[in-house]
């Protein structure tokens, strides 16, 4: 979810995490055991590589999990982007293998025997914990799996384990720090180990970039896909609202959250939005959103000729300068595709419509957390906590009885004080909507755009209007730290934009395995 605070890089425990390096540099450097029967490579597989592994007998499902799992014993105590495993994965694996065994290679799901990691506010029906980070949630029982989890059950993919994230996808304080909660610590960019991972789904970025899962989810309500994603040279997909059901998501505002795949290519996270987009009674947002699923699902739109004929805006002079290197040779690579960058000369006019006095984001979705919230800790089967007064409670007792260093709970607090949506909040979502409107909506229609070219920081453009954005790998700054680029585009145009981002991807490759440096 929530919002993706990018800016505040903190490291905790600066002596402890040196000597934890040292421990861990000779195993890091070690070499892994990522060969299987015929020399066949897992680090860096894709799902389609994966996938034909399984059909030649090269791998399987149980071979996958256990390097997947050794991958995290080795890695996961300094980068700390698995909250929890699950524990009947190779259980899950072998009855994937007995299942390839006695079927027809076609009749397999589309995920058939590949391990993704859930971020750890999506419910799975099992043995895991589903706490948003939070340890009030601990013992917590979901009454059933999250739409997007039955959906990736169906589809044959293993629930390797849940990822961290930014305590309460980033919605219990502001001051705290992206990537880090009070149940797994703070996780770490593996690109540059002082660097902001960002957040709130960092743990599933983090978990993917480094190789510990084969493929991820991670929500978002304003940024929590877009940003990690950017820093840790990841694909993200924000899929249009209720493309993908929010049920079994713990919420912050059913107006915002969307649930998307967090992979290391355009094409694993579309074939996960296959598995997951869809149906779900569970969720009525869904019913109104699915009638932009093609016939035949979103594989058929990865295609290298993608950018030919597509209209791509760009705000010129605002954030991209056509003078800075670092961007030119990724337009170059959009024009050789046959795209049109069309130039929006009046960039601030358009940012324009979207400042304000008053945060409307902030106050309705203060209003609205509550509501939800309190909603989903109702609908759960046994918990320690049953509403956000008891949330709150909680983390005044633990921060007293633990040592841990604990962050503060403004946001919660400030969300226990609202009473419902009232005036001023009514007020703020006539605002907001009217912003998208004005705004993103406008600028896309006038211009005839497929897609608009944006930062992790304009993720609050696709946010506030329910639209969808992939973002791709682009680049690295000096710090070594990735940076990506978004294509955002209205409502349903998932097509459009995975053609885009596959062509671009294809073109420019510039995605590599992070390197662990500090
Ligand atoms: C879930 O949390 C409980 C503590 O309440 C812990 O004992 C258990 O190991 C956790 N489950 C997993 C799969 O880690
Ligand atoms: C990682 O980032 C820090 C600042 O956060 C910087 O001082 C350091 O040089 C970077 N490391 C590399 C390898 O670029």
Excluded at 77 to 87: A, C, D, R, T
Excluded at 303 to 319: I, T
Aim: with cysteine; glycine share 10%.
């Amino acid at each position: 979810m929530a919002t993706a605070t990018g800016e505040t890089s903190l490291i905790r425990f600066p002596l402890f995490l040196t000597l934890m390096t040292l421990f861990l540099q000779p195993c890091l450097s070690s070499v892994s055991q990522s060969k299987t029967s015929h020399e066949f490579s897992i680090k860096e597989a894709t799902v389609q590589d994966l996938q034909l592994a399984f059909e030649r007998n090269q791998l399987t499902s149980r071979q996958l999990v256990e390097f997947y799992l050794g991958e995290i014993r080795r890695l996961n105590p300094l980068l700390k982007g698995v909250i929890e495993v699950n524990p009947d994965a190779l259980f899950l694996a072998d009855e994937a293998d007995k299942e390839r065994k006695a079927k027809a290679p076609g009749s397999l799901g589309g995920l058939h025997g590949i391990p993704i990691l859930i971020k750890d506010n999506i419910a799975t029906k099992d043995k895991m914990n589903n706490t948003a980070g939070s340890l009030a949630l601990l013992g917590s029982v979901v009454p059933r799996d999250a739409g997007v989890v039955a959906k990736l059950r169906k589809a044959g993919a293993i629930i390797l384990g849940k990822a961290s994230l930014s305590e309460w996808a980033h919605f219990r304080d502001s001051g705290a720090p992206s990537g880090w909660c009070a149940r797994s610590g703070q996780g770490k960019n593996p690109y540059n180990l002082s660097a902001d991972p960002c957040g709130s789904s960092s743990g599933s970025a983090i978990s993917v970039a480094a190789n510990m899962a084969a493929v991820s989810l991670g929500t978002e309500t304003d940024g929590s896909i877009l940003c990690p994603s950017n820093s840790n040279a990841v694909v993200g997909i924000r899929p249009t609202l209720g493309l993908t059901s929010r049920a079994g998501v713990i919420p912050i505002t059913p107006r915002q959250d969307t649930v998307g795949p967090m992979c290391r290519t355009v094409a694993d996270a579309v074939y996960v939005l296959d598995a997951i987009a869809g149906l779900d009674y569970d969720d009525k947002e869904t019913i109104i959103a699915s009638k932009y699923i093609p016939r035949g699902g979103y594989k058929q739109f990865l295609k290298p000729n993608g950018l030919k004929g597509k209209r791509l805006g760009l705000l010129k002079n605002f954030y991209f300068s056509f003078d800075n290197g670092d961007f030119d040779h990724l337009f170059s690579a959009l024009r050789q595709g046959g795209a049109v960058l069309v130039e929006i000369s009046d960039a601030s006019k358009f940012f324009s419509v979207y400042s304000s006095k008053e945060n409307y984001e902030g106050i309705a979705m203060t209003a609205e957390f509550k509501l939800a919230l309190n909603s989903y800790l109702k609908d759960l089967v046994v918990s320690p906590v049953r509403s956000l007064k008891d949330v709150i409670a909680f983390n005044n007792k633990f921060s007293k009885l633990e040592k841990i260093k604990e962050y503060g709970q403004q946001l919660l607090l400030d969300a226990e004080a609202t009473n419902g949506i009232g005036k001023k909040e009514k007020e703020a979502l006539i605002n907001l909507a009217k912003m998208s409107r004005d705004g993103f909506e406008k600028l896309m229609k006038d211009n005839k755009l497929d897609a608009l070219l944006l930062l992790k920081s304009d993720s609050f453009i696709l946010a506030r209007g329910g639209y969808p954005g992939i973002i791709v790998p682009a680049g690295y700054d000096s710090e070594g730290v990735p940076f990506g680029l978004c294509f955002g585009g209205l409502k349903g145009s998932e097509p459009t934009l995975i053609e885009i981002a596959y062509a671009f991807e294809q073109a420019t490759k510039i995605r590599k395995p992070p390197s662990f440096k500090h």
